[in-house]
């Protein structure tokens, strides 16, 4: 049996930790065959075999047009989702080139007006909008990936959970990967049909694990088999949330909505790439916003994005609602909170905490030219004028609320030494907590003196942001060394969450934000609890 509990933050957060709820569709289809053709093979399999347990994100929205061929006419709507499973991968980073769907007499469609670079590592949270395209309306039966590997980045965790970066890529038939295909079939319930005001979804689920195998040799040398297989899934009934990426086209405050010429992933916002499409998106005023390192909400927001110019690069997160279809944000980030402007970024969980000094593992470092790259030790300086925001909150922070097991988005400047080492500088930049994930075994409830004392939820953590816990240095971060976090009896403060639903050895995964430095106990701040079975 499955259980959830949830806070006031009760969407965001169910959606930040979307991968534990696809538990239920698992359960539910788990029994459904899936055949998938891959490189011209047809293989079948359950989706008990598959803990689709994370998402990546990549979306479609493709409107279609009046065909032919046993098409239906006029037009309509799909949307296409492109997800991962969960993996050990620390970055898993390829060039798509191509997503196809086919039609009932052989057309083929082309859906990307250019090829994307993606990590599929890092998407595991959400749907991505990728492009709006215009397809010929009728019956498609299959969907085609074609991924490029020759200027991958792929790094994987060993035993000690430190990513080593894979250089032997290889099929089943052990020669080297360069370019792949990857197809699968839509027939019986997985047929897409693309009719007028008959709304169609489309998820295509890119299994990390499933499409990968690693194995390390005596000198710990990792070599990675590709044999990657997609899944189908037509008009999924659990909502996602997506997110939509690149330069702002216009504001209408009228109508609380504004439109983005849609940048997937990590392309270049500038005038003289061509764009995937542009979405419409509505606000109300439970929408945040983040805009040049200041936080917003509602229609405050709305009117400062209004005095942003054409082209201001923008991220959306949200979801879409049905009846009539919209695309409705929740958070909302511009200007200079957007990676890729004119400071540097760094991605990733903060390992350990010396004074104002971060270790940052697991990290993507995207530099103010727009290229991105993975660094699994990058060093944050903080800075009396670094400017503190958390994810779903317009109030300030401070640089004190940065503890270990934070997982951050951080803008400065970044240098490297002689050994390649890079240090972000956060002087006059700003750091944005993101919602943390801790999974573990209940251990039940502690007692913390207090007037009146708490009885914070206790965990033996396996991982934090998808990282061994072993990893994590809790160094600091209590009002006394007695007082630091234990990964062995983590403590968390779960406010108003009702946990006896989560009895002792049972595994959860907790979404929230750390203590601030120095003040645990307790070490965590929950928002959500979801019972975890597979880590």
Known sequence: MRYECYGAAEAAARFVIYKHLLEV??????????EVTIQGRTHYFTLNCLFIASLLAVTLLLVACGGGGGSASGSGDVQIGLTDARGDFASYTVDVLSLTLTRQNGQVVETLPN?????????????EFLTIATVPGGVYVKGTLTLDYSNADIQVEDDSGNALKVNNLVDGTGTTVSQLKVSVKLQGQSRLL?????PAHLTLDFDLKQSNSVAFDNNNVPTVTVSPFLIAEVNAKTPKQHRVRGPLKAVDVATNSFGIYIHPFRQRLSNGVRHFGVLNVTADNKTVYEINGTGFTGSAGLAELALQTTLTAVIVK??????????????VYAGSSVPGGTLDVVRGSV??????????????????????????????????????????????FAITDISVGQRITVFGTVSADQQGHFTLDAANGHARMHVSIARGTVLGLSSTPGNPPSYPFVLNVATIN???????????????????????FYEIDTGNLDITLFAANSKVAVGGFVT????????????????????
């Open 516 to 535: 601030s430095f120095g003040s645990a106990p307790a070490d965590f701040t929950a928002v959500t609890i979801v019972s975890a079975p597979y880590f």
């Open 351 to 396: 390992m350990a905490r010396n004074g104002n000094t971060l270790t940052v593992r697991g990290g993507t470092l995207i530099r103010t030219d727009g290229t991105a790259m993975f660094s699994d030790n990058i060093t944050v300086l903080l800075d009396a004028s670094t400017v503190v925001s958390k994810q779903l909150s317009a109030a300030p």
């Open 194 to 198: 693309i009719a007028p005001g008959i």
């Open 115 to 127: 090829k994307t670079r993606v990590d599929f590592s890092q998407y595991t949270d959400m749907t």
């Open 466 to 488: 998808g990282r061994n816990a072993s990893l994590y240095d809790f160094t600091g971060t209590g009002i006394d060394a007695a007082n630091d976090a234990k990964r062995d």
């Open 318 to 331: 949200g979801d879409i609602q049905l009846n009539p279809r919209k695309f409705v944000a929740r958070e």
């Open 25 to 34: 569709r698992v359960m539910e289809i788990k029994d459904k065959i899936k």
